[in-house]
Structure formats: structure tokens, C-alpha cells
């Protein structure tokens, strides 16, 4: 999938490549850069992309998930409501979590605030200037919720190797999600 992306995305030159920390999404980017012959660009890891730490729920199946979240926010969350009510949803784990790992929602929202933010410092974001980025899921859908809220709902399920399309214009982010390519 991820070498199909590159093939599509070929006629797009990346000025930077930037992922998550985990190798999943590194070898991702690795596959869409080199399927689209854009293996030069250099691969920028950063933890504050990472999946959101699920502490307690980590590898659990979907319905056990629901199931939880759900009765911890009141009972009969739809899963479509659960993904309008992220920071609800990430605190809601926070606070059931028994491991310890997991993070409030403010925690989260600040780590992906600042890695755009400090993208488009240190790239100088100019006109035309294209950078990928490979994170996963749950962060994907925060980015919605942070950046372009009134798309979220259009999201209803993150597809594995699904393309989005973050535009950094006028001082403003806005997204297109889930682009055909």
C-alpha cells in the first residue's frame, strides 16, 4: 500500500520527510519516498508523532474498546460519537488507566501542536513547498480535531496507508482528509 502511495504521489517533490519514531511509520515513508524516487529525502523521526499511548486498552480488541470508553463516558457512545469526543475519549483512558502510560488529552494535543508548529519553523513553509508526514491513526483523527474540526465527522474510520492533505496557508492549517489519489 505504501508503495502504491509513492507511485501515485510521484509527481509531488518532498522538500522534507517527517514520521513518527516507530518503525512502522518509518518504513512507511521509506516505501512512499522510494516507490515515488524520492529516496533522498532525508527521514526526520519525532517522537511527538507517535500513536496516542493507550495504557490499559493498548492491543484491545475494537468491541472490548467501545465497550469501555463508552461506560467510562456514561453508556451508548456510538462509535461515530467516540470519534467527535476525542479529548473526552483520551481522558477517559487517562483516567482508567492503571499502567500509567497513558496521556490526557491536553498532553497529546500539545505534542502535535508543536511538532507542525516547529515544521513549518524550520522549514520556512513557502508556497509550494510539500512535506510527508507519516503518523498513525488516533493522531491522525486528533490533527482533524485540532486543525480542521468541522472535517472530522467525514473520518469516520483512519484506513491504513490513507492520504490527507494538511495545507499551511496564510498563518492557518486546514486539511482535506482521505484525498483519492
Not at 512502522?24 to 507517535?50: F, H, M, N
Not at 493507550?54 to 456510538?78: P, Q, R, T, Y
Not at 498513525?136 to 474540526?149: C, D, R, S, V
Not at 483512519?158 to 484525498?179: G, H, M, Q, T, Y
Amino acid at each position: 500500500m505504501a508503495a502504491d502511495i509513492g507511485h501515485k504521489l510521484n509527481g509531488v517533490d518532498f522538500d522534507a520527510a517527517f514520521t513518527s519514531d516507530m518503525l512502522r511509520a518509518v518504513q512507511t515513508a521509506e516505501l512512499i519516498l522510494e516507490a515515488g524516487g524520492k529516496s533522498g529525502v532525508p527521514i526526520e523521526k519525532d517522537a511527538r508523532l507517535r500513536e496516542w499511548c493507550l495504557g490499559c486498552m493498548e492491543a484491545e480488541n475494537n468491541a472490548v474498546f467501545i465497550k469501555n470508553v463508552s461506560d467510562w463516558l456514561g453508556g451508548a457512545v456510538s462509535f461515530t460519537e467516540l470519534n467527535q469526543r476525542l479529548p473526552d475519549v483520551a481522558d477517559a483512558i487517562y483516567e482508567h488507566d492503571m499502567t500509567g502510560m497513558a496521556e490526557p488529552f491536553r498532553a497529546i494535543e500539545s505534542r502535535l501542536k508543536s511538532v507542525f508548529a516547529d515544521i513549518v519553523q524550520s522549514h520556512g513553509i513557502e508556497e509550494n513547498t510539500n512535506i510527508l508526514v507519516v503518523t498513525h491513526a488516533f493522531a491522525i483523527k486528533t490533527i482533524f480535531h485540532l486543525f480542521a474540526p468541522e472535517q472530522l465527522s467525514k473520518v469516520v474510520k483512519v484506513k491504513n496507508a490513507s492520504v490527507s492533505r494538511l495545507v499551511f496557508e496564510n498563518r492557518i492549517f486546514s486539511l482535506e482528509p482521505d484525498i483519492q489519489l
